[in-house]
């Protein structure tokens, strides 16, 4: 894409994979740890209605409480993993550019700039929000877990039994012998990941499917956590992980099927699921290649 006349433009290359770094730029849990230009500002809340004519907003606040504002903006057009155009709250447009670049990405943003500020204070502070976004995303994909298997089946099979009521509750016994889920694999739907405590009560994760493409990719965002039927999904005990994304890749090879789980994962359970994945996943191999 050329650069509009009278635009700005400002970039960053980040050391992550492009679907990571759309994760970052499009969810709230996220954008509110990246969304200010200087320490001394925050980002204390923020939501996306991710589609064509819905609205995006984020109040920008002085940590000191001093002052504060919502920015906003209508999306005028969304390119899964490539581009994001927008109208501003003051009509301006401002266009956002994924691309690729080797093992990195590259994120690049076009603005129509006002008319209250010189043209390079403005540049700068764009600059300084996306040099932000870049340190948040390259931070966050430290504790992105990958986990893989071959499974002599071909990618129908894999993906049916992988989902399945009975044989998830298979494999997934390897994280707890009561593993279920309540929804449907289909793309915008909720999603409960649920099982039973030693102290027997229900709890689990609540999740959503970002997005399902069947015997190829299914994207899982987790949005909360379940206490008994209690949905919890703002507040503590979920900002460290909110938005959190857990995603199957399948790949048909001459063998069968090349099996792909990447996750974020907090300090807290890294080790653990590094641990006990690889049995699920070899569990899922032994129920497949049945």
């Known amino acids: 894409m050329e650069r509009a006349q009278n635009n700005l433009m400002v970039e960053v290359l980040i050391n ?22 200087a320490d001394d500002w925050h980002c204390p ?44 709250g003051d009509g ?24 209250e500020n010189p043209l390079d204070l403005q540049q700068q502070g764009w600059q300084a929000i996306l040099d932000n976004f870049k340190k948040h995303v390259e931070a966050d994909w430290k504790n992105k877990l990958q986990f893989t298997v071959q499974i002599n089946a071909p990618v129908e099979k894999v993906y049916q039994l992988m989902l399945a009521d009975k044989t998830y509750r298979e494999w997934t016994a390897i994280f707890n012998p009561t593993s279920s889920f309540e929804g449907k694999w289909e793309t915008g739907a909720k999603m409960l990941f649920v099982g039973i405590a030693e102290n027997g009560q229900k709890g689990g994760m609540v999740s959503r499917i970002r997005e399902a493409k069947e015997n190829e990719y299914v994207c899982i965002e987790h949005v909360g956590i379940l206490e008994g039927d209690v949905e919890i999904i703002e507040g503590p005990k979920v900002q460290d992980w909110a938005g959190a994304l857990e995603i199957y890749r399948f790949h048909q090879t001459e063998a069968g099927t090349y099996l792909v789980i990447e996750m974020d994962a907090t300090a807290e359970f890294k080790s653990y699921f590094e641990t006990t994945y690889p049995k699920a996943l070899q569990k899922l191999k032994e129920i497949c290649e049945l």
């Open 45 to 88: 809340q923020a939501a996306n209605d991710l589609r064509v004519g819905g609205k995006q907003t984020a109040t920008m606040a002085a940590r000191d409480g001093s002052f504060s504002f919502d920015f906003w903006v209508v999306h005028d057009e969304i390119m899964l993993h490539q581009r994001i155009a927008s109208t501003m």
């Open 92 to 115: 301006r447009r401002m266009r956002v550019v994924f691309s690729t670049d080797g093992n990195a990405t590259r994120l690049t943003e076009f603005f129509q700039p006002e008319k």
């Open 16 to 37: 992550a994979p492009i679907e990571k770094v759309w994760d970052c730029w499009t969810s709230p849990a996220h954008i509110t740890q990246w969304n200010y230009a």
